[in-house]
């Protein structure tokens, strides 16, 4: 099981993590960040494998994660 940590004050919503995310775990947030943009949020859940795509693919390097 894989966990993901999403820094929201650096993340541009740029959406690039949600669309590379084989799981479909990764969302847009409604809430904006203090830079006023939506951020991606990671839905907790067992079926993230860890494959990293997402923290590979931010541009922004917000996108952390665990394994």
Request: proline share 3%; net charge negative.
């Amino acid at each position: 099981m894989g966990k993901i940590v999403i820094d929201r004050e650096r993340c541009k919503g740029c959406q690039l993590c949600i669309s590379t995310c084989p799981k479909n775990l990764i969302m847009l947030s409604e809430s904006f960040n203090e830079k006023a943009y939506h951020f991606a949020v990671f839905e907790e859940s067992e079926d993230c494998t860890g494959c990293t795509m997402c923290g590979r693919i931010c541009p922004d390097m917000a996108v952390e994660v665990f394994k």
